[in-house]
C-alpha cells in the first residue's frame, strides 16, 4: 500500500485516490497547433526512476494533486496541492 | 505401533478430550493437539499422497513448512482442501481425509504412477502428447486436448467444494508503532523492549500458542509469556499470518478466529483480513530446518529433527520407538536428547568427523563421518541403509533397523517477508544459509530469521531489534548491536544430497510436487541452470509449501553440476503470501449482493412500489419498465412510449450527473469545456452541449443551465458523471489555475423526473401552485425556472426534451422526490398517462434519433454523430485543436442514420453489421448502435453508423448481418430523424 | 537434436533420461549479426525464430539481460484468444490464433495450448449490444464466437453465482477456439527452435549503451561486450521507453504499468475454460484453471505508473472480491502466490509494430494485456518488417503517426488514459 499524505486530509492509503499521470506535460494553449496538441496528449517520458505526477484525492477533499515518487520502488518525496493558491489556503 | 501418546510429556490439556475422524473412523486427541500431532498419537503414518507419483505421504514437520500433510477437511460445502495437519488445530467433531487418493490414501490407484516414474521425468509432458504417438503425427491441438482431460484430473490435490462457500469472513484494518512477526524469544523480546519505551506494540503469531520454538522446551510456559506481554500493553495476535509485506510497511494478515473450532458462534468470522500499517516492522519470523536428499527420503516415518521434538514436548508424542537422526549441524543434538529420555532408542549420524566436544554426553550412539543412503520401506520405515563419505563420495555400509529417519540438513531463516519488499538476501558460507539483506525500509530481521541460533543470542536480537527501530523511528539514541549470525559450537558442514549408486533414484528435493535430485540434473542437461528455469522446468518449490524446505538443496544441487557456489547460481523471489491465504478472507463481506455498492435514486422505493422492474446502470439501478399483468417487457416499453406520445408519461431520471459550477470566471470555463458556443446563453436558460476529450473525439453530452452571470448547472449522462467532473477538477486545479471557478457534485442532491407528452400541461396544471409559470412565454423551449409544487414545495422546472413530446425535466431537492412523485403520478393517471422506464426511453429518443452511449462509444467525432454544425468555429475549446486531425475528417467515415426493416415484420438487433448486398463479409459498412420497435410506426427502427452516411446511403437496400443470432435480413437506409423532424411536437 | 516424442520420451526413460541435449546453446555473443533482437522474452523469440524460418536470416541474437521468459512472459494468466475488433487488430489477433493452434507441432515442443473457450459473462442488454458488435465482425472476418444462454452457461458452468449475484447473468458471449496454453513452454519451445536454426540467444546480456552513427545504429553496448547488429529490434515490453531514450529518440505513445497476477494451490478439476467476469465497467476480472489444478487469476491494473514486479494489497483484495462474486465456491480455495509484470500500456490499447526514425531500428511494443497471446503473431509480423523493410499490410497503421493521422485502433474507447485499456 502507498500511503499518501494529502495536505488537507493527511496520510492515507493510495486507494483513496485515482492516479492522473505525468504532471510534467505542459498542456498547450487551446489555441495551439495539432502537433503540439499530440506531442501533449500522446506521448509520455514514461520515466524509470523518480517522476512527478498527478493523483486526485477523489474519496476525500477531491484535491488534485502533484507528488513525487519513484517509479521503481514506489517511495513518495513530495506532495502537494497542483493549484498553487491551495497550499496558501492550508497554510493559513 | 511405533508413534504414539506418552505420559508425563508436552503441555496438551489431558483432562479435555477431543472426538475426531479421520477417513470415516473416529480417534481421540486432547485439547491442544494439532491434527498432525493427534493422528501421530494414534500411530497413523500415511496421511496424503504425493503429487505425481502418489506416493504414500507422512507428517514430515510440524509446522507451516509441511509438505506430507495435506489433508481436507470438513465436508460438504464445508469442505475445505490442502490444509496442512500440521497448523490445524484439534477440535470436536473435526473430520479430516486424506486426498489426491482413489479410493483411500492406504490403497491408492494412482500409485501405479510410481511404477512408471521413469518416463515421467521433469518436464516430460513438454515433450510429447502433442500428437499420435510415437512421433506426434497430425496437427491442431485435438491430440493434446485429449491426453489433457486426463492429466487434467490426475493432477490437482484437494478437491473444492462446487457449493457456496457458506462461511463469513471479514476485513479489518488497524495502526501501530511497531509491528512483530514472530513470537519466538527474539520476537518476545522485541515486543516487551518496545512497549517499554511506551511503543504501540503488535505481536503477531501464526500459531494458536506464542513462543515458536520455545514450545519445544520443557520448561517454557507459553500462557506465562503471554500473560507478561499483555501486562506491558503488547496487543497480541495469535493464529494470525502475516501473509505479506508491501509498500509503506502495510502489512497482510489473516487472523483464523473460527477455523479450530465447529462453528457455533454464527456472528464470528471464519477469518479476518486485517490490513495493518506499521510505522516499523521487526522480522523475527524463525527458519525453517532442511531435510537430506538420499534415496526414499519421503516414506512415512521421515520428518525433520526439531518436529520430533515438538512433539514430543508440546503434544506429548513421541514419534518413533528406533530412530536414527541424521544431521550435519549440532542443533539435532538437543532432541537426540529428549527422544531418549522419553524411552526412545536413538542412534544419531553426524555427517562430521571430528566435533569438538562430545554432544551426546554419552547418552545415545553417535556415529560420525555416516550418513543416510536408503530407506528400505516403502509404506513405513524398516531399516535404513548408512553410507560413509570417501573422497565425496557414499558407500554403504551398514543397514539400522528403524521406525523413523530424522533429518537435519542445517537451517534457512524465513525471510520471505523480506523478500516480497524485493531485498535479496545474502548467502552465508559459514552457516550454509541465506540470511536476509539489508533493507532501506523501516524493517529489522531479528532471531533465527537473521540466522542466529543460539537463544541467548536471539534474545539479545530481539532487544536491538526494538532499539534499532527506536533510532530509525528518531525516538532514542540508544546504542546497540546486532549479535553475529551462527552460534553453534561446531560448525555445519554442507550436506544436501547423499547421492545413491543407481542411475534412477528417489532423492527427494520437493516432497509434494516429487521433485528428485535426478529431475534437477536433467534440467540442467537440458539448460535449465537459471534458478528461475530450474523452478519453472522442475516445478521445484511452486507446491503449497513453496519451497521452503527443499529450495535451498535445489539450489546447492545445481550449483555443484555448474561448478559454481551456491550464492552464484542465485536464489529465487520469495512472492506473498508467505502462507497460502484464502480467497473467501480476501474477499470479507463484500459477497453476494454486496459485491459492489448499489446507487438508488430517491425515488428508488416509489419506483419499486409502482412497480417497476429495474435494471442496472452502472451501480445504480433505474426503472427499466412498468409491467402491467402478463405484460412482457416488449408489451411493456411499447404501450409506455405509445402513451407518452399519446397523452403523458413519467420518468426517474434522477442518475444524471449533476454538477454546480460558480464563479466569477464560470462563463469562460464553460465555454471552453463545450465545444458549441455558450459564451452568450442567458440567464434562466439552458443549452444542449457536447465535450470532447482532449484528443478530439466525443466524451459526454448533457446539459448546461445558467442561473446568474457567474452560475451555471451541468448535467451530465450517467454513465460519465464520474470521469466529467474528476476532468472538470483537474482542468481547474492543475491546467487553468487562473480561473476563478468552483465545481461541486450535486448529483445526489437532486432528484429529477421528466414529464413529457401532449398532455403534460395539463398534468402540471395540477401539481403546481401557480401554473402559469410555465406558460409558453413565461417558460419557453430550452428555458428553466423556480416554482412550488402544491404543498409549497420548492422545485426547479427546465423545459427540456429527450422524447421530442412536449416535456419538462423537475428538479426537486432529493427528500421530497417521494411527494413530487405523488403529486405527479396522481395526476398523470387522470389524463391515462404512465410511468415509463429506460427501455421506453430509449424507444422514445431512437424514434428521434438523439444519441446516447451507445452511439458515444468513445470512437465517434462530433461530426459522426451529425451534430458537427453545433461545434463553434469562432472559439478554441478542449479538443477543437484536435477533432479535425487526420482521417478524423475523412469523407467516408461512418455517420450517424437511421435503419428501417425492408420486411416491416422483421425485428433486428444492436450490434448487427451492415454490409453492402452482395458482399456479406468482413467489417462491413456499418453497424447497429441502438433498436427499437417504434409505436408510432409500427415496425422495428435502428440507429446506427454507415460509412458515408444518410447522402450516400439514403434509401439504399443494406442487409444486416448478425451470426451470432444466426439472424439476416434487409436493411434500408434512413435520416436518424425517425420521427417529427421538425420537431413541431416539441413545442406543443 | 532429439525430437521430442512419445518415443524419445519411452526410450529416455529406459536410458536414465541421458538421451537429451541442451534445449538451447549457451553461445558466446559474436561481433557482428544480421539482426540483433533486443529482449528475450516471447516477442523476442518468436522474432527470432521467424526471422530464420520464414525468411532466412539466421545469423541473429536474442538479447536478453536476465534469464529468457523472465518478464511478462512468465508472468501472465496464459489466456489466448483473437477477440479483437478493430480493423488490423482483428487480422492480426486471428492468425495469432492460427499460429497457436499448430504452434507445438511447428516448434515441436508441446506449449499445451488448450482450446477450452472463452466465456465472456454478459450481465446487461447493453453489453450484450456491445459484444454482439464484436463477435459479429469475428465471425463476419472468418473467426468464430458463439452466444450461450443463460441455461446454456448453467448447463455448462453450473456453480457460478447465478440467484446471488449483484449483477444479474443473463448469458454469456464465447470464443470457442480460444484458451490457455502454457506460458514457459511457449518460451522455451521457440528458445529450442530458435537456437536450432542457429540464433544465438544471448542470457544475461543487458544493453547498456546505444552508439549511432550516420542516422543508424552502429553497436550496442552489452554487459557481455559490445554487440552489432545490421538491423536491431527492439521487443521489451514495459521497458521500451528506457531503450528508446537511451537510443535518444525522446517520448513514446506507450507507460508502463503494473498487472498483477494470482494463482491457487492446485485442486481436481473446477473450471474448464476461460472465464470473464466484467459487470458494466464495474471490474474486469479473468479465470482459468491451469492444467497442474491451480486457478489463476487476474484483474485490473494497480493504477498508477510502475517499473516494480510486486503488486499491492488493495488490487489483491479486490481480485478476490471478483472470484468470489462469480465462483462463491471459491472461499476456502487459498491464493498461493501473487505477483506483478511492468505493461506497456499505450495510448489507444493497440500495439507499434513499426518502423523508427533510426534507419536500422524497428520497434515491437505497446502490447497492454494483449501481449501473451500476441506473441507468435508478434514474431511473425516483426520478422516480417525487419526482413522486408516495410510493414506488411496488416500492421500498416500499427505506428507511432497513427494518432496525429486520427487512425483509431482503440479497441474500448477509452482515449489517450494508458492506464485504461486494460
Given amino acids: ?92 | 505401533m511405533s508413534s504414539q501418546r506418552i505420559d508425563n510429556f508436552g503441555k496438551i490439556n489431558r483432562e479435555k478430550q477431543f472426538r475426531f475422524n479421520w477417513e470415516n473412523k473416529n480417534y481421540f486427541g486432547y485439547e491442544g493437539d494439532s491434527l498432525a500431532s493427534a493422528l501421530l498419537a494414534n500411530d497413523i503414518r500415511i496421511v496424503g499422497r504425493s503429487f505425481k507419483y502418489h506416493r504414500p505421504r507422512g507428517i514430515m514437520s510440524c509446522g507451516v513448512e509441511e509438505s506430507g500433510g495435506l489433508v481436507t477437511i470438513g465436508t460438504g460445502n464445508k469442505k475445505d482442501p490442502n490444509v496442512r495437519a500440521t497448523s490445524q488445530e484439534l477440535y470436536e467433531g473435526l473430520i479430516a481425509s486424506g486426498q489426491n487418493a482413489f479410493p483411500s490414501v492406504n490403497f491408492d490407484l494412482g500409485s501405479v504412477n510410481n511404477y512408471l516414474s521413469r518416463f515421467f521425468a521433469a518436464g516430460f509432458y513438454y515433450k510429447t502428447f502433442m500428437g499420435i504417438p510415437p512421433f506426434e503425427w497430425g496437427k491442431g491441438t485435438a491430440v493434446w486436448m485429449f491426453f489433457e482431460k486426463f492429466i487434467r484430473k490426475a493432477a490437482g490435490m484437494g478437491r473444492v467444494s462446487r457449493l457456496p462457500d457458506p462461511d463469513i469472513y471479514e476485513h479489518a484494518n488497524d495502526f501501530c508503532d511497531i509491528l512483530v512477526v514472530g513470537s519466538g524469544s527474539a520476537g518476545i523480546a522485541s515486543a516487551k523492549e518496545a512497549a517499554d519505551k511506551k511503543l504501540d506494540v503488535i505481536l503477531v503469531e501464526q500459531d494458536n500458542f506464542i513462543g515458536g520454538d520455545q514450545l519445544s522446551e520443557t520448561s517454557f510456559d507459553s500462557n506465562n509469556a503471554l500473560a507478561e506481554l499483555r501486562s506491558l500493553g503488547v496487543r497480541v495476535m495469535k493464529r494470525t499470518t502475516a501473509f505479506g509485506l508491501y509498500d509503506n510497511c502495510v502489512l497482510g494478515l489473516i487472523e483464523r478466529v473460527k477455523d479450530q473450532s465447529n462453528p457455533i458462534n454464527k456472528e464470528l468470522p471464519k477469518q479476518r483480513f486485517w490490513i495493518v500499517r506499521a510505522k516499523h516492522v521487526i522480522i523475527g519470523s524463525g527458519a525453517f530446518e532442511r531435510h537430506i536428499a538420499f534415496n526414499n527420503n519421503d516414506v512415512p516415518g521421515s520428518m525433520t529433527v526439531n518436529a520430533s521434538k515438538h512433539y514430543l514436548n508440546r503434544y506429548g508424542v513421541l514419534t518413533g520407538k528406533n530412530i536414527v537422526i541424521s544431521t550435519n549441524n549440532d542443533s539435532a543434538y538437543g532432541t537426540a536428547e529428549a527422544l531418549v529420555k522419553a524411552g526412545a532408542k536413538v542412534i544419531v549420524l553426524d555427517k562430521r568427523e571430528n566435533l569438538n566436544s562430545d554432544l551426546s554426553n554419552n547418552n545415545f550412539e553417535v556415529r560420525n563421518g555416516v550418513v543416510p543412503y536408503n530407506i528400505n520401506g516403502a509404506r513405513e520405515i524398516k531399516s535404513l541403509d548408512i553410507a560413509d563419505t570417501v573422497n565425496s563420495t557414499y558407500k554403504k555400509i551398514d543397514t539400522i533397523t528403524c521406525d523413523q529417519v530424522l533429518m537435519s540438513g542445517g537451517w534457512s531463516p524465513a525471510v520471505h517477508l523480506l523478500s516480497h519488499r524485493g531485498v535479496k538476501p545474502k548467502w552465508d558460507s559459514e552457516n550454509q544459509c541465506f540470511i536476509p539483506g539489508e533493507a532501506k525500509e523501516n524493517i529489522t530481521m531479528i532471531g533465527s530469521a537473521r540466522g542466529i541460533w543460539g537463544k541467548d543470542d536471539c534474545i539479545a536480537s530481539g532487544i536491538s531489534g526494538a532499539l534499532d527501530a527506536l533510532n530509525r523511528l528518531g525516538i532514542s539514541k540508544t546504542k546497540y548491536f546486532f549479535p553475529k549470525q551462527g552460534g553453534w559450537e561446531n560448525s555445519i558442514e554442507p550436506l544436501y544430497e547423499v547421492k545413491y549408486k543407481k542411475s534412477r533414484s528417489k532423492s527427494f528435493v520437493d516432497f509434494q510436487h516429487d521433485v528428485t535430485c535426478d529431475d534437477v540434473r536433467l534440467a540442467h542437461r537440458e539448460g535449465f541452470i537459471s534458478v528461475e528455469h530450474l523452478k519453472r522446468y522442475t516445478t521445484l518449490g511452486m507446491a503449497n509449501d513453496q519451497g521452503k524446505m527443499g529450495n535451498i538443496i535445489g539450489l546447492s544441487l545445481m550449483a555443484d553440476l555448474l561448478g559454481k557456489e551456491i550464492p552464484n547460481v542465485g536464489t529465487t523471489t520469495f512472492r506473498p503470501p508467505f502462507t497460502p491465504v484464502s480467497i473467501g478472507a480476501l474477499a470479507g463481506r463484500s459477497v453476494g449482493k454486496h459485491f459492489m455498492p448499489l446507487r438508488t435514486t430517491p425515488m428508488h422505493q416509489w419506483n419499486l412500489n409502482n412497480g417497476a422492474t429495474m435494471i442496472d446502470a452502472g451501480l445504480y439501478q433505474r426503472p427499466w419498465y412498468f409491467p402491467k399483468k402478463n405484460e412482457t417487457i416488449n408489451d411493456a416499453y411499447i404501450r409506455e412510449a405509445a402513451t407518452v406520445r399519446k397523452t403523458v408519461g413519467i420518468c426517474d431520471v434522477t442518475s444524471l450527473g449533476k454538477i454546480a459550477i460558480q464563479g466569477p470566471d464560470s462563463t469562460e470555463f464553460i465555454n471552453r469545456v463545450y465545444s458549441n458556443a455558450f459564451a452568450k446563453l442567458p440567464i434562466n436558460k439552458t443549452r444542449y452541449g457536447i465535450m470532447l476529450r482532449d484528443d478530439g473525439l466525443v466524451l459526454d453530452d448533457g446539459t448546461c443551465w445558467r442561473i446568474s452571470e457567474t452560475e451555471y448547472f451541468m448535467t451530465t449522462s450517467t454513465a460519465q458523471a464520474g470521469r466529467v467532473m474528476a476532468f472538470l477538477e483537474e482542468l481547474l486545479q492543475v491546467r487553468w489555475p487562473d480561473l476563478k471557478v468552483n465545481v461541486t457534485s450535486v448529483s445526489e442532491q437532486w432528484g429529477v423526473a421528466a414529464i413529457s407528452g401532449p398532455k403534460t400541461r395539463e398534468v402540471l396544471d395540477q401539481c403546481l401552485e401557480d401554473s402559469s409559470i410555465i406558460s409558453n412565454d413565461n417558460l419557453p423551449f430550452m428555458g428553466f425556472i423556480s416554482a412550488n409544487l402544491k404543498g409549497r414545495i420548492p422545485c426547479k422546472i427546465a423545459r427540456i426534451s429527450f422524447s421530442g413530446e412536449l416535456g419538462f425535466e423537475i428538479y426537486i431537492l432529493a427528500d421530497y422526490a417521494n411527494k413530487m412523485m405523488d403529486i405527479l403520478w396522481n395526476s398523470a393517471k387522470k389524463f391515462d398517462g404512465c410511468l415509463y422506464g429506460l427501455e421506453a426511453l430509449g424507444a422514445l429518443r431512437v424514434e428521434k434519433g438523439h444519441v446516447t452511449g451507445a452511439e458515444l462509444d468513445g470512437r465517434t467525432t462530433i461530426d459522426d454523430v451529425g451534430l458537427g454544425n453545433m461545434a463553434s468555429n469562432k472559439k478554441s475549446y478542449i479538443g477543437s485543436a484536435m477533432r479535425k486531425r487526420g482521417v478524423l475528417s475523412a469523407e467516408d467515415r461512418e455517420k450517424l442514420v437511421g435503419f428501417f426493416p425492408v420486411n416491416k415484420k422483421d425485428t433486428f438487433d444492436s450490434g448487427t453489421i451492415i454490409c453492402e448486398k452482395n458482399n456479406i463479409k468482413g467489417f462491413g459498412i456499418g453497424r447497429v448502435t441502438s433498436v427499437t420497435h417504434s409505436p408510432e410506426l409500427g415496425h422495428w427502427i435502428g440507429l446506427g453508423f454507415i460509412k458515408g452516411g444518410v447522402e450516400k446511403w439514403k434509401d439504399t437496400i443494406v442487409v444486416g448481418s448478425d451470426p451470432i443470432r444466426n439472424k439476416e435480413m434487409e436493411i434500408q437506409v434512413v435520416s436518424p430523424h425517425m420521427i417529427d423532424p421538425g420537431g413541431k411536437r416539441l413545442h406543443g | ?422
Avoid at chain 1, 496538441?37 to 474519496?59: L, S
Avoid at chain 3, 516424442?5 to 555473443?29: I, M, S
Avoid at chain 3, 519451445?189 to 537456437?195: K, Q, S, T, V
Avoid at chain 3, 494485456?369 to 525487419?386: E, M, R, T, V
Fill in chain 3, 1 to 422: 537434436m532429439t525430437r521430442f516424442n512419445a518415443w524419445n520420451v519411452f526410450k529416455n526413460g529406459l536410458n536414465g533420461q541421458t538421451g537429451w541435449d541442451r534445449q538451447w546453446r549457451d553461445p558466446e555473443p559474436k561481433q557482428n549479426y544480421d539482426a540483433v533482437i533486443v529482449g528475450g522474452g516471447l516477442h523476442g523469440l518468436a522474432t527470432a525464430y521467424y526471422l530464420a524460418k520464414n525468411h532466412n536470416i539466421k545469423n541473429v541474437a536474442v538479447l536478453e539481460k536476465g534469464w529468457i521468459g523472465g518478464g511478462n512472459a512468465g508472468r501472465n494468466t496464459t489466456i489466448v484468444r483473437s477477440n479483437y475488433m478493430m480493423p488490423g487488430n482483428r487480422e492480426f489477433y486471428e492468425h495469432t490464433l492460427q499460429l497457436w493452434e499448430n504452434l507445438s507441432h511447428d516448434l515441436n515442443y508441446n506449449v499445451m495450448f488448450s482450446q477450452r473457450a472463452h466465456v465472456v459473462l454478459i450481465h446487461s442488454p447493453g453489453a450484450l449490444d456491445a459484444y454482439a458488435r464484436r463477435y459479429n465482425t469475428m465471425k463476419l472476418t472468418g473467426s468464430d464466437g458463439e452466444l450461450w444462454s443463460l441455461e446454456k452457461l448453467k448447463n455448462k458452468i453450473p456453480h457460478l453465482n447465478y440467484d446471488n449475484g449483484r449483477f444479474p447473468i443473463l448469458g454469456a458471449i464465447v470464443q470457442p477456439r480460444a484458451g490457455n496454453a502454457r506460458h514457459d513452454s511457449a518460451v522455451w519451445g521457440y528458445a529450442r527452435a530458435a537456437d536450432s536454426l542457429g540464433v544465438d540467444i544471448l542470457q544475461n546480456c543487458e544493453v547498456t549503451g546505444i552508439t549511432r552513427k550516420n542516422g543508424s545504429i552502429e553497436s550496442l553496448q552489452t554487459t557481455r561486450g559490445n554487440i552489432k547488429g545490421k538491423k536491431i529490434g527492439f521487443a521489451v515490453a514495459g521497458h521500451t521507453s528506457v531503450l528508446w531514450q537511451m537510443a535518444e529518440l525522446g517520448n513514446l505513445p506507450i507507460e508502463s504499468h503494473k498487472l498483477q497476477a494470482f494463482v491457487t494451490e492446485a485442486v481436481k478439476p473446477l473450471l474448464d475454460c476461460v472465464l470473464i467476469f466484467g459487470p458494466g465497467g464495474a471490474a474486469h476480472f479473468y479465470i482459468s484453471q491451469s492444467d497442474k489444478g491451480s486457478m489463476v487469476f487476474g484483474g485490473e491494473l494497480d493504477w498508477y505508473k510502475s517499473y516494480a514486479q510486486r503488486g499491492n494489497l488493495p488490487t489483491v483484495k479486490e481480485n478476490g472480491e471478483c472470484a468470489m462474486a462469480i465462483m462463491p465456491c471459491l472461499g476456502k480455495l487459498r491464493l498461493l502466490r501473487h505477483w506483478a509484470g511492468v505493461m506497456d500500456m499505450s495510448m489507444d490499447g493497440s500495439f507499434f509494430m513499426c518502423k523508427t526514425p533510426i534507419d536500422n531500428l524497428y520497434l515491437n511494443a505497446g502490447w497492454n494485456y494483449g501481449g501473451f497471446k500476441a506473441s507468435p503473431a508478434s514474431g511473425w509480423y516483426f520478422a516480417d518488417l525487419i526482413a522486408n523493410e516495410r510493414p506488411h499490410k496488416v500492421i500498416e497503421n500499427h505506428n507511432l503517426e497513427r494518432f496525429e493521422k486520427g487512425i483509431n485502433l482503440d479497441e474500448r474507447g477509452i482515449g489517450p488514459d494508458p492506464k485504461m485499456h486494460g
Fill in chain 1, 1 to 92: 500500500m502507498i500511503l499518501i499524505k494529502c495536505p488537507y486530509c493527511g496520510e492515507r492509503d493510495h486507494s483513496e485516490f485515482s492516479y492522473g499521470g505525468d504532471a510534467s506535460i505542459v498542456y498547450p494553449s487551446l489555441d495551439a497547433p495539432q502537433e503540439e496538441w499530440v506531442k501533449a496528449i500522446f506521448f509520455r517520458e514514461n520515466i524509470k526512476g523518480i517522476q512527478k505526477e498527478t493523483w486526485q484525492h477523489i474519496n476525500g477533499c477531491r484535491m488534485w494533486l502533484e507528488v513525487e515518487r519513484s517509479t521503481i520502488t514506489h517511495e513518495i518525496t513530495s506532495v502537494k496541492p497542483c493549484h498553487k493558491n491551495l497550499q496558501k489556503v492550508i497554510d493559513n
